[in-house]
């Protein structure tokens, strides 16, 4: 079974900075291009960043481009989305995503998410 599980989202204020991971397993993941999306509140599910198979080539959103930093550790199974100077914007469900085969489009495999809600 094919699993992604999201953790390290929270409450955090406006300007604050959260780790999230993904952690993979009953798929080998590690030569697929993976990522992450969001849904905010009453929003349609958006593409945030992607990170090709090693993880020396990023893609992000303009909206989270220069605060967001998508990496992975493939030995760990685990891909990570580092975020700065959040903003009350930001609040959404955050979803790991793989394998992407095109630059924004999410594969077959989501995990059931972890909630982000920064106050401002």
């Known amino acids: 079974q094919v699993r992604l599980v999201e953790s390290g989202g929270g409450l955090v204020q406006a300007g604050g900075s959260l780790r999230l991971a993904c952690v993979t397993s009953g798929r080998d993941f590690s030569w697929d291009a993976m990522g992450w999306f969001r849904r905010p509140p009453g929003k349609e599910t958006e593409f945030v960043a992607r990170a090709s198979w090693s993880g020396a080539n990023t893609h992000y959103s303009d909206s989270v481009k220069g605060r967001f930093v998508i990496s992975r550790d493939n030995a760990k199974n685990t891909i990570y989305l580092d975020m700065e100077k959040l903003r009350p914007e930001d609040t959404a469900v955050y979803y790991c995503?793989?394998?992407?085969?095109?630059?924004?489009?999410?594969?077959?495999?989501w995990g059931q998410g972890t909630q982000v809600t920064v106050s401002s």
């Open positions: 995503n793989g394998p992407l085969s095109a630059q924004e489009v999410p594969g077959d495999y």
